[in-house]
């Protein structure tokens, strides 16, 4: 696609139920990140997947939290017994890292996750 | 630790006024640096970025942004500031090299007063 794509774009749970986060990057880029922006927060690293290296998973908040990439492309981000505080935007970005690393990296337009 | 900080979380400006919008970083050694503008109901747009060379950066819709090392600062600024910038704007870095994530402050929200 044009741009990456992420589904659902809203999506409402109730507290306790696992969600699954989607994210289609643009075709050819290797590197995609998963942040988390929350009202009033900056955009908080999750995860990052670059190539067929092992992912930076440093900034998941805790075990409740995976995610993982198919074939180099699509991932999903999955949440397990959510909790009201999972409450917000999850942004997904792709990146294409030729001979130089560009670091511009494409976002989706993002999910929102409530939790009620 | 690596971190990124935009001292600002909110900044009124009139339309046609200047604008600066600070943020400094704390590395070990001098980051690539990003600026990124998300308007309302939108996604992230790379304004400018910072690799090496030139410390004054030109971007789009007539930003630009200045790197100094002695003060780790990458501000950003406006010479006149339109009614349409109005917009949460994020300052972000990344360790040189490549293949290492990218970290972004807080955020400035921006307001414009007509």
């Known amino acids: 696609g044009a741009g990456v794509s992420q589904s659902p774009s809203n999506k409402v749970t109730e507290k306790g139920k696992d969600v699954e986060l989607r994210c289609d990057p643009i075709s050819g880029h290797t590197a995609l990140y998963w942040y988390r922006q929350s009202l009033g927060q900056g955009l908080e690293f999750l995860i990052y997947?670059?190539?067929?290296?092992?992912?930076?998973k440093s900034g998941l908040p805790s075990d409740r939290f995976s995610a993982e990439r198919t074939g180099g492309s699509v991932s999903t981000l999955t949440i397990q017994r959510t909790q009201q505080e999972d409450s917000a935007v999850y942004l997904c970005a792709s990146s294409f890292r030729g001979g130089s690393d560009t670091g511009e990296l494409f976002f989706g337009e993002g999910s929102r996750l409530t939790v009620l | 630790a690596q971190s990124v900080t935009q001292p600002d979380i909110h900044i009124t400006v009139s339309e046609g006024a200047s604008l600066e919008l600070r943020c400094n970083y704390s590395?070990?050694?001098?980051?690539?640096l990003f600026w990124y503008v998300q308007s309302p109901g939108q996604g992230l747009q790379l304004l400018l970025k910072?690799?090496?060379?030139?410390?004054l950066v030109q971007g789009i819709k007539g930003f630009e942004a200045e790197f100094k090392r002695s003060q780790s600062s990458f501000n950003l600024r406006k010479p006149s500031v339109h009614w349409s910038d109005a917009a949460e704007y994020f300052c972000a870095a990344q360790g040189a090299g490549g293949g290492n994530k990218l970290t972004f402050g807080t955020g400035t929200q921006l307001k414009v007063e007509l």
């Open positions: 997947f670059q190539g067929n290296s092992a992912p930076d």
């Open positions: 910072y690799f090496s060379g030139d410390t």
């Open positions: 590395y070990g050694a001098t980051p690539y």
